[in-house]
């Protein structure tokens, strides 16, 4: 007998402002029989975007396992204190991939999602074939002539890099243009 495909463990991870609207469109037509368990990660200070996950009323909420992590850099933080705060999101990431081990990560915003992404990268290199987890990074609408500096870090080591302008796949070709995401 012929057996549906299994759901995927999935970390989504929110940027915040127009990252999280940008990131819901992408994940409101997904079914919990295509990602289970799954994590939704927000930076430990943004409020406003746990209000609006939840106003989003996905079908699948009730599913959706939260985890907070602190960001690598605050807004006007200083780039020199912002090391501080980088390691100690890395530390953090260490802990959240490793007990979550998702299979599939969506991420599309700001430094947040760096740290869990760099530390999934290492686990899957070290690791071999026994944890591969999948990096999908959709750059932002506002991106229109070149990447954030979080899509020019992801760039290499997302297995998916979505671009919502033409122009940037004629400049990194590894991307893919899939339109307007929202």
Same mark, same amino acid.
């Given at each position: 007998?012929?057996?549906?495909?299994?759901?995927?463990?999935?970390?989504?991870?929110?940027?915040?402002?127009?990252?999280?609207?940008?990131?819901?469109?992408?994940?409101?037509? @997904?079914?919990?029989?295509?990602?289970?368990?799954?994590?939704?990660?927000?930076?430990?200070?943004?409020?406003?975007?746990?209000?609006?996950?939840?106003?989003?009323?996905?079908?699948?909420?009730?599913?959706?396992?939260?985890?907070?992590?602190?960001?690598?850099?605050?807004?006007?933080?200083?780039?020199?204190?912002?090391?501080?705060?980088?390691?100690?999101?890395?530390?953090?990431?260490?802990?959240?991939?490793?007990?979550?081990?998702?299979?599939?990560?969506?991420?599309?915003?700001?430094?947040?999602?760096?740290?869990?992404?760099?530390?999934?990268?290492?686990?899957?290199?070290?690791?071999?074939?026994?944890?591969?987890?999948? @990096?999908?990074?959709?750059?932002?609408?506002?991106?229109?002539?070149?990447?954030?500096?979080?899509?020019?870090? @992801?760039?290499?080591?997302?297995?998916?890099?979505?671009?919502?302008?033409?122009?940037?796949?004629?400049?990194?070709?590894?991307?893919?243009?899939?339109?307007?995401?929202?």
């Amino acid at each position: 007998t012929a057996s549906g495909p299994t759901a995927a463990s999935t970390m989504v991870i929110f940027g915040s402002g127009g990252h999280t609207t940008e990131m819901l469109h992408m994940i409101r037509n @997904l079914t919990v029989s295509q990602i289970s368990p799954i994590y939704f990660v927000t930076a430990h200070s943004d409020q406003t975007s746990l209000e609006k996950i939840q106003d989003f009323k996905l079908s699948y909420m009730s599913h959706v396992q939260w985890v907070s992590i602190y960001r690598s850099r605050e807004v006007k933080q200083s780039w020199l204190s912002s090391i501080f705060t980088f390691m100690y999101a890395l530390l953090q990431a260490m802990q959240i991939v490793w007990m979550s081990r998702p299979q599939l990560i969506i991420c599309n915003g700001p430094g947040t999602c760096v740290p869990l992404c760099l530390v999934a990268s290492v686990l899957r290199f070290v690791s071999g074939q026994h944890y591969y987890p999948r @990096l999908v990074f959709a750059e932002s609408f506002c991106r229109v002539e070149s990447l954030s500096l979080t899509g020019k870090i @992801l760039y290499r080591i997302a297995d998916t890099f979505i671009v919502q302008w033409p122009e940037l796949v004629h400049k990194y070709p590894k991307a893919r243009y899939i339109g307007k995401i929202c």
